[in-house]
């Protein structure tokens, strides 16, 4: 007889039994066992020439950062940042009568502790009144790093102090009582000057913040608006107006505040006279091989230096059927130009026209992230500090458009420290060994 | 309603056949190699005899590995029968080791006796297994560093056949057998490198392969006497010819994430090739119907398949199978048990690195009797290649289970 069941069951049973897997581990085993030839290679010996630009004037203001200094540099020339305020009222004008005593008038500042130079010496900044509305030299501009504005000769006052790493450090600079009493008076008397926003701005038009200390290199930089830090607001700059009510025994202040952060920005000053930058201009190039191979990044002026590839054309000759499958630019920065390796800035990689000004930001070759510098920082032996940059869509764009195109690679500082910092890099060009490569990995198929 | 019976068997068969080369049939890497890896000890019954067969004649189970054999089903007679096995297999490298377990069915083959002196016989087997994964880690050109090669691979190739054989005297059989081969073989490689943010590339070959190749079988079986019979046996193929269409994607992918890239893709051609002459020889010697012992030797000339440049270079194997069976004399009314167990050793078709793969395996098994079923199990262990030169060992444990439904048709089923 027959048993359909057992036939049956024997299908189920061995339908059951197919594919119960249980270890997925991939065998790690040698390449003999293929006999396929090596497909992927590697190139590191393609010509790059390098060259340091000086960008144009450059947006400095939006950071919210008030940032102050002075930095000596015999190699790239000395640095001077003033940074300059608008101010408006915070809030409502308080309704004061005559039996309200004017205390005094205080400058409120906040540093962020972001700062350079040494901690344990007293920096001295000078506090201005400016004398013209601080608004963009053009239509439809932001305000600049060669933008300045005129300032009282005589500073209302000097404020000494010092840093600390990472503080929050409370600075109060008290100003003239003549001030003080003013703005008291029109309050009382609900002048329309201060009354109105726009009235107080054209009457009064902002503070500058200008170093004194010119005898070593240092920064400071304090808050503008409200910003969280530590997971705390932060108070703002404020210019403080104290009084006391009759029969109280605590002061009142009234604060008169940034009023955007697009009137708070920082005015630079590069001295490149007699530095090896002397007689850089704004978007000419100078060939690494014209400033001892080396080329420059500094904050301040936006300097940077554009990369090309002369004969990436040829690199569409390596073989017919190849794909390139990374391309990182490695760059060593010049030993003993910095201090700690692992506290050389951040470096940023923007397109660049034949004219050498920015088009865009590079990004990678899916277009959504911004190519960045990636730090090797061998802070120990400082043998092989490097930067690195994932290339891949600049050199995949360039081999497909060579001879169409002269845009290239510019890399600089971030926008932020820029405007913000006097940080600056030493890099070394070609002529060093293993200093700057284009390494390429490719496929052969 | 007997015809009806049988366009069930051949619609499940028909069914079950797609799923019997549906599913990934070995997890070896050496099944990369080559046209994968060959299933080369037979039906169930010869499994369990070491994967002997050439010499051996029996009409209650089907023997696949000479076409001559299939004369000895008596006529009238009708077995179909389907294998399943269960394999554990053991891998080792130097540094790694593992194991996993698969299953499936082995093959469905039906054989009819249409006299007493002709036999047929036609079913669906697999000819070729592909199921690996691996990585290997290879120079870059150019530069000190390794980049990794994350291989896959599936498909594998079946076998139709078709067998007829004829008895010329009593003692004397020829056979001819006719086989189609098919299936794919899908090779797919993955490229890294030792960095970030970079094209992952991915290379997939895709070989459809056809053919077919006539096999001849001859058996002659000498009757020394009353008890002691001695069969031999001898089978070649004629020149066949394998063609095969290898259809190329080459794709990248940024970082794993971005979208796919097509960088090449070649639909290629049918191409042809000769499919070697393979010669085989066997000796049984039969006491009674207590001892059945059987040895075969058998040469592939897989040196002469060339398919491309791609393709690993085989090397001749050959083969030496002993196996042993033995029925125990039993109470009249109990039917007999079999015992069966066998020796199976390979050359190895490969040569990698100066080594050969070579695999050496233990069979043993038993038979008995269900009704008109007559059931086959076995156990088998193999072992094959080394650990040596960074290769890998892989040891093979199978269970195999098979089922011969057993009738006669033309004939009234008689009460028993």
Request: charged share 20%.
């Amino acid at each position: 007889m027959f048993k359909e069941s057992f036939f049956g069951k024997l299908i189920v049973i061995s339908l059951f039994l197919v594919s119960c897997s249980d270890d997925d581990a991939v065998y790690k085993i040698g390449d003999k066992f293929t006999t396929v030839q090596s497909k992927i290679h590697f190139v590191d010996t393609i010509t790059v020439s390098a060259s340091t630009v000086l960008l144009d004037s450059f947006p400095t203001s939006g950071y919210n950062k008030i940032f102050v200094g002075y930095n000596m540099d015999e190699q790239l020339g000395n640095s001077y940042a003033e940074s300059y305020v608008e101010f408006t009222h915070k809030g409502s004008l308080p309704e004061l009568d005559s039996t309200v005593t004017f205390d005094s008038i205080v400058l409120y500042l906040r540093q962020s502790g972001a700062y350079s130079g040494d901690t344990n010496i007293i920096k001295t900044i000078a506090i201005h009144r400016v004398l013209e509305e601080i608004t963009p030299r053009e239509l439809n501009n932001t305000l600049n790093n060669s933008d300045n504005f005129l300032t009282s000769a005589e500073p209302y006052a000097e404020l000494s102090f010092e840093q600390w790493p990472r503080s929050l450090e409370e600075n109060f600079c008290r100003l003239p009582d003549s001030l003080g009493l003013n703005w008291f008076q029109m309050i009382v008397d609900k002048d329309s000057i201060i009354v109105s926003d726009d009235n107080f701005k054209e009457y009064f038009q902002g503070l500058a913040i200008k170093p004194i200390t010119k005898d070593i290199s240092w920064s400071a930089t304090f808050y503008g608006v409200d910003e969280l830090a530590d997971n705390k607001i932060v108070d703002e700059l404020q210019i403080r107006l104290y009084f006391r009510r009759k029969n109280e025994m605590e002061n009142e202040f009234f604060a008169f505040v940034p009023s955007e952060k697009s009137k708070i920005f920082t005015h630079y000053k590069i001295d490149h006279t007699g530095s090896i930058l002397d007689g850089i201009e704004n978007t000419t190039q100078i060939l690494s091989g014209n400033t001892n191979n080396l080329m420059f990044v500094q904050a301040g002026g936006r300097v940077g230096f554009r990369i090309d590839v002369p004969l990436i054309n040829n690199l569409n000759e390596l073989h017919p059927n190849m794909s390139i499958m990374s391309a990182r630019l490695i760059i060593k920065p010049s030993k003993g130009t910095y201090e700690k390796a692992s506290k050389l800035p951040t470096l940023h990689a923007y397109w660049i026209d034949s004219n050498n000004e920015i088009t865009e930001l590079l990004t990678d070759v899916t277009g959504q992230f911004a190519i960045t510098s990636e730090l090797n920082a061998d802070d120990f032996y400082d043998e092989n500090t490097y930067y690195s940059f994932n290339v891949l869509n600049y050199i995949l764009y360039k081999m497909d458009r060579a001879i169409y195109s002269n845009e290239s690679l510019f890399f600089s500082l971030s926008a932020q420290d820029n405007a913000t910092t006097f940080n600056r890099v030493v890099l070394e060009d070609q002529s060093f060994s293993k200093s700057l490569e284009l390494q390429l990995y490719y496929v052969v198929y | 309603m007997k015809q009806i019976k049988y366009f069930f068997y051949i619609l499940i068969f028909l069914i079950s056949s797609s799923a019997v080369f549906a599913q990934n049939n070995t997890i070896s890497p050496y099944s990369k190699l080559g046209l994968g890896d060959f299933e080369t000890m037979g039906f169930g019954w010869n499994t369990a005899l070491g994967g002997s067969g050439i010499a051996l004649r029996t009409s209650i189970t089907l023997n696949n590995l000479n076409p001559a054999a299939i004369s000895a089903l008596d006529s009238t007679s009708v077995i179909f029968e389907v294998g399943v096995h269960g394999d554990y297999t053991h891998l080792k490298t130097m540094n790694q080791s593992g194991g996993k377990k698969n299953a499936n069915l082995s093959y469905m083959a039906l054989g009819l006796g249409i006299t007493s002196k002709w036999g047929m016989s036609f079913g669906l087997v697999p000819y070729s297994n592909v199921g690996y994964t691996f990585e290997t880690l290879s120079p870059i050109s150019g530069t000190i560093g390794n980049y990794r090669t994350k291989y896959e691979g599936s498909g594998g190739l079946s076998k139709f056949f078709f067998t007829n054989a004829y008895n010329v005297t009593k003692d004397i059989s020829l056979g001819v057998n006719f086989s189609f081969l098919f299936g794919p073989k899908n090779d797919i490689e993955y490229y890294g490198l030792p960095n970030t943010n970079y094209y992952e590339i991915t290379q997939q070959l895709s070989t459809k392969y056809r053919g077919f190749v006539f096999d001849f079988g001859y058996q002659q079986t000498l009757h020394l006497n009353n008890n002691n019979k001695l069969t031999f046996g001898l089978t070649i193929n004629a020149p066949g010819k394998l063609q095969y269409k290898s259809t190329l994607f080459v794709s990248q992918r940024y970082s794993e994430s971005g979208s796919i890239d097509t960088l090449k893709y070649d639909p290629g051609l049918y191409r042809s090739t000769v499919y070697p002459v393979n010669y085989g020889g066997g000796l049984a010697y039969n006491y009674n119907t207590v001892l059945t012992l059987s040895a075969d030797y058998s040469l592939q000339n897989w040196s002469e398949l060339v398919i491309s440049d791609d393709f690993s270079d085989m090397s001749n194997n050959q083969t030496l199978a002993v196996g042993v069976e033995f029925i125990p004399k039993r109470l009249s009314h109990r039917s007999p048990i079999t015992y069966r167990s066998g020796l199976n050793y390979q050359s190895g078709s490969f040569v990698i690195d100066g080594q050969h793969i070579d695999r050496l395996a233990f069979t043993a098994g038993l038979g008995f009797k269900l009704r008109t079923m007559r059931i086959n199990v076995y156990g088998a262990y193999s072992t094959r290649g080394t650990t040596n030169n960074q290769l890998i060992q892989e040891d093979l444990f199978r269970v195999g289970l098979n089922v011969s439904f057993y009738e006669t048709w033309l004939q009234r089923r008689r009460y028993r």
